[in-house]
């Protein structure tokens, strides 16, 4: 406890600092592409196509192969562990594609969420057991950066202190393992949208969470110029009847974040969770408006919201391709502006940008 | 757990805000007149002056009374008890005096340090039984904020994990309580100099006791923005035989405050603890030039830092007066100027030589 026995050298500090200030370089975020198969089923189905390996690939080089000049806006890309090892239509190993446009790439790590007992349904993460070999072998395999989601809910009697104290130890856990192989790790303590509770609640929750996950990676000596985080917005429940805005949402939500994450930690990139791509747009923009100092870059790590037109454009069909990656590069410049907050939305949004992507209790 | 129950309204929270950033206004800092009367004692001793109310209250004058030349540079001053009720020779009360020249008025409220049995000599703080009622005396009596000292020390077995867990707790609560009554708490955990340990020792215990007492704060529901931070400047200890430069200090000391302060603390007013005046305000000015980015004030609050060429100067007798505030107002003058970095002392080579002596913080 008083001693240091350093876990990283000067060097190995260097290169986790450069990487996570690489991801979230001014104007930068994170494309979420690590949807597990399960996930990737939802996705296709909705459009009806067949949750096949192929189909994810296509998806996938879709997205990966759009115009250099993407890395103006992504700098760093989640990948599933599937498509870490599929190639392009070229023959091209996508982590190669990947980064020789300049961008990171990034490995989801955790094996989802598992029942706590004793408890409202809460869960922990698991994914620890043999994580450090994983580690290893996705750094020789091109990643730089490691994501690992846990889930917390809020209702009556949740978070509980057991949910808080397990789920933020289990983080610093990864987070620990990932930086002693040279991977970045996201640390993700996701608070579900679901639920009627207000902004004020959401952002009590946020903080209490928010301070356990710091102490947790304080007590487990995790480098912080070497993290990322990648927590939810401050936002009321999805079926509360009181509406906020995005100037609210951008107040609550850097508020409960200048009181607990130390300005030494380089980026906050947030989730999206259910929102549409339009409103996490706009809500990332007032984030960078917000008249509070901010000292971690505020930037985005978005799945469905830089997807859901490029999926709905994509229908399966190769002669929509190029319409799809156009969807998808639109939507990262815009969020690419919203980082910097610089968004100024014209009043339109197509239909899907509109939709609300939000789904019940929502599981990867 | 999972629910607020706010007990500070939106007013209550505006004034302690307010009151916090008056004290760590752009060039301003801390007077510590708390001195105890053992304390005062020793000073006296060595200036060979009798220890009396009178000379207790005559040379506290001297130093409420020197020009407004310190109205720039002192945003607070700390009182001891007897002295909040002591007048000027007009029979001006103190604290009134203070507040007419744009200065808050803070108490010292803790009751010394108490042993924690079964621990290598390390203790607790008392003072909290009917705290709640002495704040709000305090607060018509006319105090804005208070000061509590913890303390902790290095050595091979310390500070252990109780010694750091139960005066972070202790810390909260004087914190919680002040705020109910429109007291700011100045929240000091010292880390003693004393010991033969290097910088990176200080740095590492540092880091491990801001990080304990940030989540008891967070614990106890302490509102960070109407709060202010005292803690030791990261040092080696006065025995260790490698010596190391204003730079190196400074780059520890603002990477620990880094990964462990939360950006919602307005300010940061350091101890000098055995450092001399010179040394102190070296340091303080390095703190504002070092080239990592620092959400708070760093600023200072000084006591033998700023008087103890004041109290040379005095030597007990009537005569010296004007001598003894002048070297006062020359401390206030120069520790202002290093809490924006703007002290020139008389070695210094100017801002460029000073820069190129900061080594690369991935080192910290």
């Not at chain 1, 789920?167 to 990932?178: D, E, G, P, Q, T």
């Not at chain 1, 100037?247 to 969770?273: D, H, K, Y």
């Not at chain 1, 747009?281 to 870059?297: D, F, G, I, V």
């Not at chain 2, 902790?152 to 867990?165: F, G, Q, R, V, Y």
Request: hydrophobic share 35%; aromatic share 8%.
């Amino acid at each position: 406890m008083t001693h240091q026995y350093p876990s990283l050298s000067p060097e190995q500090k260097k290169e986790l600092a450069t990487i996570a200030q690489r991801i979230v370089a001014p104007g930068k975020g994170i494309l979420a592409a690590d949807e597990s198969t399960g996930t990737m089923a939802k996705r296709l189905q909705k459009i009806n196509v067949e949750n096949t390996e192929e189909n994810r690939r296509y998806f996938r080089d879709l997205l990966f192969s759009v115009d250099p000049s993407i890395s103006d806006n992504i700098g760093g890309i989640i990948f599933f562990h599937e498509t870490l090892y599929q190639k392009s239509d070229k023959g091209i190993p996508f982590p190669k594609l990947v980064k020789d446009k300049g961008i990171v790439v990034g490995i989801k790590v955790d094996k989802g969420t598992a029942g706590l007992n004793g408890t409202d349904g809460e869960t922990t993460t698991q994914g620890l057991d043999g994580l450090s070999e994983r580690c290893a072998q996705y750094k020789k395999d091109g990643c730089d950066f490691a994501k690992w989601r846990c889930v917390l809910k809020i209702s009556d009697g949740c978070p509980s202190a057991l949910a808080i104290a397990e789920n933020a130890n289990v983080l610093a856990r990864y987070a620990s393992i990932c930086q002693q192989n040279g991977l970045v790790p996201i640390v993700e303590p996701e608070i579900l949208p679901d639920g009627d509770h207000d902004l004020l609640r959401c952002q009590y929750v946020t903080e209490k969470v928010l301070a356990a996950t710091y102490k947790a990676l304080s007590d487990h000596h995790v480098y912080l110029e070497g993290t990322l985080l990648k927590p939810n917005m401050v936002t009321a429940g999805h079926s509360c009847p009181k509406k906020y805005t995005p100037e609210e949402v951008g107040m609550a939500t850097v508020t409960a974040l200048r009181r607990t994450v130390p300005a030494a930690v380089p980026g906050i990139c947030f989730l999206s969770g259910g929102q549409s791509e339009e409103e996490a747009s706009l809500n990332l923009n007032a984030m960078n408006q917000t008249p509070l100092h901010r000292p971690w870059k505020l930037s985005f790590s978005y799945g469905r919201a830089l997807q859901a037109s490029a999926l709905a454009a994509w229908k399966g069909k190769p002669e929509n391709r190029k319409a799809s990656q156009d969807a998808f590069c639109t939507r990262a410049k815009i969020n690419s502006l919203a980082s910097k907050g610089e968004y100024k939305p014209t009043g339109q949004a197509d239909k899907a940008a509109t939709q609300s992507l939000f789904t019940a209790s929502y599981v990867y | 757990m999972p629910h607020a129950y706010p007990f500070l309204t939106p007013e209550q929270k505006k004034e302690l805000s307010d009151n916090a950033l008056k004290i760590v206004a752009p060039g301003k800092g801390i007077l510590a007149a708390d001195e105890s009367t053992g304390s005062v004692a020793k000073r006296f001793q060595s200036i060979n002056a009798e220890n009396t109310e009178e000379n207790r209250r005559f040379y506290r004058q001297l130093l409420f009374t020197a020009d407004d030349r310190i109205k720039p540079c002192i945003g607070g001053v700390i009182f001891f008890h007897e002295t909040l009720y002591q007048k000027t020779d007009d029979g001006k009360l103190f604290p009134q005096l203070i507040k007419e020249r744009g200065m808050v008025v803070g108490i010292k409220v803790d009751k010394g340090v108490v042993p924690l049995a079964g621990t290598n000599g390390e203790t607790t703080t008392q003072g909290l039984d009917g705290l709640y009622e002495r704040c709000a005396q305090y607060k018509k009596d006319g105090a804005d904020f208070a000061k509590w000292r913890c303390v902790l020390k290095i050595t091979p077995t310390t500070p252990s994990s109780l010694a750091i867990k139960e005066n972070a707790n202790v810390l909260a609560r004087y914190a919680s309580i002040c705020q109910m009554h429109g007291i700011v708490p100045i929240v000091e955990p010292e880390i003693l100099p004393d010991g033969d340990h290097d910088l990176k020792r200080c740095q590492y215990v540092t880091e491990k006791v801001l990080a304990a007492v940030y989540k008891a704060l967070s614990e106890h529901h302490v509102y960070l923005e109407g709060t202010l931070l005292k803690p030791n400047m990261v040092t080696a200890g006065h025995s260790c035989s490698h010596k190391y430069s204003p730079q190196e200090i400074a780059m520890a000391t603002v990477t620990a405050l880094r990964r462990t302060v939360p950006p919602a603390v307005p300010g940061i007013t350091f101890l000098s603890g055995g450092q001399s005046e010179e040394e102190a305000s070296v340091n303080l000015n390095a703190m504002n030039m070092c080239p990592l980015h620092r959400p708070w004030a760093l600023t200072f609050s000084y006591g033998r830092a700023l008087q103890a060429s004041a109290l040379k100067a005095w030597g007990g007798k009537k005569e010296n007066a004007k001598a003894c505030q002048e070297e006062f107002v020359k401390r206030a003058l120069a520790n202002s100027a290093a809490s924006i970095g703007k002290y020139a002392s008389a070695g210094d080579k100017g801002a460029a030589a000073g820069e190129s002596l900061f080594v690369a913080n991935h080192a910290y």
